[in-house]
């Protein structure tokens, strides 16, 4: 089984369809001759999500890569690195600058005391396998929570897709707080035919929901998410870009979510590596990645 961390990162464009639903923001070229019937679409969907499950449920090798997440408010890039006991970052940028030498010696000092702080650790990774566990409750039941239907063939810069839209099913019956949401949710995905794998994911909220009969949270209708998946070699999968634009309320205050996230420069990093370890490699390197000159 993964870590907490990998898991999470394969998970992103399924953890988020608890929240709002999502907008197309990248439309195909001209469709292609041909049309699923009804059973080969649905086929197709049934290994496609199930094979999202296997990958969120499988080992993948650890990778280190750049995550930059920008909102109203902040445009933060971190260097991140995946761990066998979790993810570790590091920020390398606010706002599109390199950090201030002040702020990089507080950023090194962060990461030394987490460190020295395996209960931090622990904690950190913790979270993150709720996430995932989370998200997996959503897999399990999207082909089951919409029904599918297919727009035929369409051309994209990573190649041929097969392109369908969806709606709630009134059939299903949401079996936990994660599942309510997609039973007001909308949109389009899209399936890399040869590989069976979501390449693209966006809907939504066609109504509010609410969430533990309105007291915990509501997510107020028109709220959006789009997701993009790429293989980033080797048949391995990754989330290379994820926005949001939603409102609603939790815990009685109003709460707007309005980010946009890239994830790039993929590179893998050894096998089993522990999270002290992943520390050491990130705190070895400047932010642009060049090694750091011994004392």
Request: proline fraction near 7%.
């Amino acid at each position: 089984m993964p870590t907490g961390n990998t898991a999470r990162r394969r998970l992103l464009p399924l953890l988020f369809l608890f929240l709002p639903g999502v907008r197309s923001v990248a439309q195909p070229a001209a469709d292609a001759v041909g049309r699923l019937t009804p059973a080969q679409a649905q086929s197709l969907i049934d290994r496609a999500l199930a094979n999202e499950l296997a990958a969120a449920q499988d080992q993948t090798h650890p990778m280190r890569y750049l995550l930059r997440k920008t909102s109203p408010r902040l445009t933060s890039a971190k260097e991140i690195i995946e761990t066998r006991d979790g993810e570790v970052a590091r920020l390398v940028s606010i706002n599109d600058q390199p950090l201030s030498a002040a702020d990089q010696q507080k950023e090194q000092a962060r990461l030394e005391a987490l460190a020295a702080d395996p209960g931090l650790q622990r904690h950190r990774n913790q979270s993150q396998d709720a996430d995932t566990r989370r998200a997996l409750k959503v897999l399990r039941v999207l082909p089951q929570a919409f029904l599918y239907q297919d727009h035929g063939k369409s051309t994209t810069p990573a190649g041929i897709i097969e392109k369908f839209t969806y709606k709630p099913n009134p059939a299903f019956t949401p079996p936990d707080l994660e599942s309510q949401v997609l039973t007001v949710m909308t949109g389009e995905l899209w399936v890399d035919p040869a590989q069976e794998r979501v390449v693209h994911l966006d809907g939504s909220l066609v109504q509010d929901v609410d969430f533990g009969w309105g007291i915990l949270g509501r997510l107020n209708k028109g709220g959006w998410i789009v997701i993009d998946q790429t293989d980033i070699g080797a048949n391995q999968w990754r989330t290379a870009h994820f926005q949001m634009k939603l409102t609603g309320r939790v815990l009685l205050k109003t709460r707007v979510f309005d980010t946009v996230e890239t994830e790039t420069a993929f590179a893998p990093v050894p096998e089993g590596i522990p999270y002290s370890q992943g520390i050491k490699l990130l705190l070895e390197e400047t932010p642009g990645g060049a090694v750091k000159n011994s004392p």
